[in-house]
């Protein structure tokens, strides 16, 4: 992890939080701008710019929501770079990346493994099993807080002989999930993998489909602007509701389509707002 | 020579504040700073939290490394 605190405030952190993995000092942001990352909209929201339109817009996504460069924080901002996270193979190679495009939000780190390889599963999850599929689902996270991006997982085992449809199917319910509204919680599209296509040979029909197992990911960004922090304060757990709709047929029958209702409780953790001891 | 170097910096000091003024200011795409999927990072050395100096060699592991920029631990 890098940022521009000193070695001693990264020192404190690390010794407050329990944190053992490098924290890097990047005093003076040499790293950050060399990385062509540096939040340059705290210059402008502090420079002769600062009520252009598109400045404040800007600062509003990536300093603070009120569209003005606090004062207090202002001076103290500068080298600070946007936040995201790069992961690189051994060669140094950035194999992929992730950014936010609002200052409040991060993808917790369990949700960059799951979007980046389904294997890991760290929480337990609710198995439900139809006539038609298996499904095994749960939270890449189980601890969460105010502007996490994590998601929900949803392996699916299609049983013996049954095809499930794909988007791209026309004429069949193709699979889904619809997430139950709620405050402060946002939906982003589901995440499909690629499917097959299935030759029904009596009808000359060519669908997409799922045949082997197969995982669908749901992201959710648990939003945490000053108003859904307000929300979340004294909440100690969150429950998420959905539907998980599909149509399965083998070879010979097609079955009407289903409908699975799920959910899913994380606990709610606040964020670490105590600053690192040390002396100033 | 002297000239020709006097009249193209002229001629620079001419364009530059009307290049500033043209140059609309471009609506800032987190995506698309920093070094993108299939590009090389730079490398970097660092002092970590116990003192010691860390390099983007140092810090992987056997398949690779994840590298997080934060704003600060500090606020």
């Keep these: 992890m890098i940022s521009y605190d000193s070695r001693e405030v990264l020192e404190a952190f690390s010794r407050q939080n329990g944190i053992t993995f490098p924290l890097l000092s990047d005093k003076g942001s040499e790293a950050i701008k060399r990385y062509g990352i540096l939040n340059t909209v705290v210059e402008e929201g502090l420079g002769p710019n600062r009520e252009d339109p598109a400045v404040k817009a800007d600062i509003s996504k990536y300093i603070s929501a009120a569209g003005t460069v606090p004062t207090f924080l202002g001076p103290m901002m500068k080298g600070v770079p946007f936040p995201g996270t790069f992961i690189v193979d051994r060669q140094g190679r950035v194999t992929s990346r992730f950014f936010e495009d609002f200052y409040v939000e991060r993808s917790t780190v369990a949700g960059i493994l799951k979007r980046l390889d389904g294997r890991d599963q760290p929480v337990a999850g609710t198995r439900v099993s139809t006539e038609h599929l298996e499904v095994s689902t749960y939270p890449s996270d189980a601890a969460v807080a105010p502007g996490n991006r994590f998601s929900l997982a949803l392996d699916i085992q299609p049983k013996r002989g049954m095809h499930l449809y794909a988007p791209g199917a026309s004429g069949y319910r193709v699979i889904s999930l619809s997430m139950a509204e709620q405050p402060f919680i946002r939906v982003l599209p589901l995440k499909y993998p690629t499917s097959e296509l299935y030759v029904f040979k009596p009808l000359n029909e060519r669908v997409p489909v799922y045949q082997k197992p197969f995982t669908l990911l749901q992201e959710i960004v648990l939003e945490g602007q000053p108003a859904a922090q307000a929300a979340w304060k004294g909440k100690d757990s969150l429950t998420l509701g959905g539907t998980l709709e599909y149509q399965a047929c083998d070879d010979k029958v097609c079955f009407n389509p289903a409908s699975i209702p799920l959910s899913w409780t994380v606990s709610l953790r606040p964020l670490v707002l105590q600053r690192p001891t040390v002396a100033r | ?75």
């Design chain 2, 1 to 75: 020579m002297t000239r020709l170097v006097g009249w193209s910096l002229l001629a620079l000091l001419m364009t530059l504040p009307l290049a500033a003024r043209q140059g609309a200011r471009t609506k800032i795409d987190v995506s698309t700073l920093g070094p993108q999927v299939g590009e090389r990072v730079p490398d970097f050395s660092l002092p970590d939290q116990t003192g010691g100096t860390r390099t983007l060699q140092s810090i992987m592991g056997p398949k690779g490394a994840m590298l997080v920029f934060i704003r600060s631990a500090d606020w």
